[in-house]
């Protein structure tokens, strides 16, 4: 598999993933038309924020199964593109947020005791202790909007300055925000409430300058304002107006609207402190991150899930592994069902019981759709199935019952259209088991190849299968029959597990033996 490295990552992540097979090229200052040029050619992507990988970039990317941001912000991503190819996209969430915070303190210091202006007035051979008075934080209200991995680290070490410390942020638990020392406010109280406002938010829809001129008109006079999230979450235009008008005292800015910005009037004014997006690059953060992109790749290319996709449900680490096998278990019961369905389906019910139900599940549900659509459309992964299913028209229904009876999680799935299937499993360890389709109790791990098949249930029909399979030399490894109710007669449901896979004329034949309804082959 080919990685394309677009900026600079740590030398022991590109290693890593030499280490595990990967074949690496380093483009470190590659351009946007080279970049659309030789996409084609990779299977994988790392960018830091230089790179933007747009529309046009993943149109060309014939082969790119994972982009990799090695960073937390993906606004230099289009990652709806992405999705709709089915290419998974990753970032390193935490990897840098002590970096993060500790700029952002930075620049809070900086700012309000114009240490910069002063460090550049001194190397002029000038001494104006007297134009250099500052503020003290001990007892200002500090505003942290955005309680997230930065803006929580930011709060934990302002405590030490004396702050009183505000946030604002709907996803945060009242209680995630006092084991820090911060209270939960909304926006229009910060606003007016803070001495200096602290950004830690994504730039989205909703935050593309969630500063502008009605915020600052709520503020305090004399306000301070650092941005080290992304630029455009504050109206530039606006904050220059505020700082020229003496509403904003002082400004400390590390992302800009442009990177590198370009006439920004901004730049011109004694009292704003800037640096060229500099808050995560630190050694300590530059190998976290870079390892964390590396591990996700190598682990992607094994087969393994990604813990950190921004296209994928995220998954906390104590659910990851008891997951990952009803991930497994889900997608083999789609194969089953498309197999049985011929293909022909436009309505999934999924249930989840018991110690399941209690957990995250879309990336079963994920996995379940990808198991129906792989079989008949090309490409289909868990990024890309939900959006397909939904091109098709097939309704997707989901459940949750936190009580079962027998096992401890239990998922139950029934698949419609011309006709229906109802399948039941569940996992025991990392193993998984299919235990009910449709009325017919069975216990088996769906791994190999398989036909399954309804006959009638009456002496011989078993012997016949047996000797079809033998005059073409496929050994039956294991074989289970399921009979509905105690009382002999009826429809039974057969499953072969063969060591080799089954040709059309072997189905063929198997189907005009007597007694057999159909038989239907499914790799597992």
């Known amino acids: ?56 970039v993943i149109e060309r990317a014939e082969n790119l199964k994972i982009i990799g941001r090695a960073g937390v912000g993906v606004d230099n991503i289009d990652v709806d593109s992405a999705t709709e190819r089915g290419i998974v996209v990753v970032n390193a969430p935490g990897g840098n947020s002590v970096s993060a915070a500790e700029h952002t303190i930075g620049l809070i210091l900086s700012v309000v005791r114009k240490i910069p202006q002063a460090d550049r007035s001194v190397k002029e051979g000038k001494w104006e202790r007297k134009r250099f008075v500052g503020v003290e934080l001990r007892g200002k209200t500090l505003g942290i909007i955005g309680l997230g991995r930065v803006g929580y680290e930011v709060a934990k070490r302002m405590r030490s300055f004396d702050m009183k410390i505000l946030a604002y942020d709907p996803y945060v638990s009242e209680e995630r925000a006092k084991s820090v020392g911060a209270k939960l406010v909304s926006l229009e109280e910060l606003l007016r409430s803070s001495d200096i406002i602290t950004i830690h938010v994504p730039k989205t829809k909703e935050t593309e300058k969630m500063i502008s001129r009605r ?32 509403k904003v005292a002082g400004a400390g800015l590390d992302v800009y609207e442009t990177e590198p910005p370009k006439n920004c009037p901004l730049l011109n004014l004694e009292n704003v402190v800037t640096t060229p997006h500099i808050g995560a690059s630190t050694k300590e953060a530059q190998t976290i991150v870079g390892m964390i992109i590396a591990e996700e790749i190598v682990n992607f290319f094994r ?18 592994s008891y997951l990952m096998p009803y991930v497994e278990l889900a997608e083999k019961i789609g194969k089953i069902a498309c197999a049985r369905l011929n293909g022909i389906f ?31 459309l090309d490409g289909i992964n868990i990024v890309s199935a939900p959006i397909v299913a939904k091109e098709r028209g097939i309704v997707v229904e989901q459940s949750k019952i936190e009580k079962t009876n027998l096992y401890p999680s239990l998922i139950e799935v029934t698949v419609s259209g011309d006709k229906e299937i109802y399948m039941a499993g569940t996992c025991f360890g990392d193993e998984c088991r299919i235990i009910k389709i449709d009325k017919y109790k069975v216990d088996f791990v769906p791994k190999g190849h398989y036909i399954i098949s309804l006959h009638e249930d009456k002496p011989g029909v078993i012997g016949r299968v047996g000797t079809l399979m033998g005059s073409y030399n496929i050994n039956i490894a294991g074989m289970i029959v399921g009979r509905y109710g105690d009382k002999p007669g009826g429809i039974q449901l057969m499953l072969l597990l063969l060591d080799d896979p089954p040709s059309e004329e072997v189905l063929k034949k198997m189907v005009e033996l007597d007694g057999i309804i159909d038989a239907t082959y499914v790799h597992l």
């Open 1 to 56: 598999m080919k990685v394309l490295i677009a900026d600079p990552i740590a030398e022991e992540s590109v290693e890593f993933m030499r280490k595990n097979g990967l074949d690496v090229d380093l483009k470190t200052e590659i351009d946007h038309e080279e970049l659309i040029n030789v996409i084609k050619d990779y299977d994988a992507l790392v960018v830091r924020s230089r790179t933007k990988v747009t529309k046009e």
């Open 215 to 246: 915020e600052f008109e709520m503020m305090k006079d004399g306000v301070y304002i650092v941005n080290t999230a992304r630029g455009g979450i504050v109206d530039e235009e606006a904050l220059y107006d505020a700082i020229v008008s003496g």
């Open 303 to 320: 087969g393994l899930p990604v813990k950190n996709a921004v296209n994928l449900p995220s998954i906390a680490p104590e659910d990851f």
């Open 346 to 376: 436009n309505k999934v019910k999924i249930t989840f019981r018991g110690e399941i139900a209690k957990r995250n599940t879309e990336i079963v549900a994920r996995s379940l759709l990808r198991g129906l659509l792989v079989q008949i």
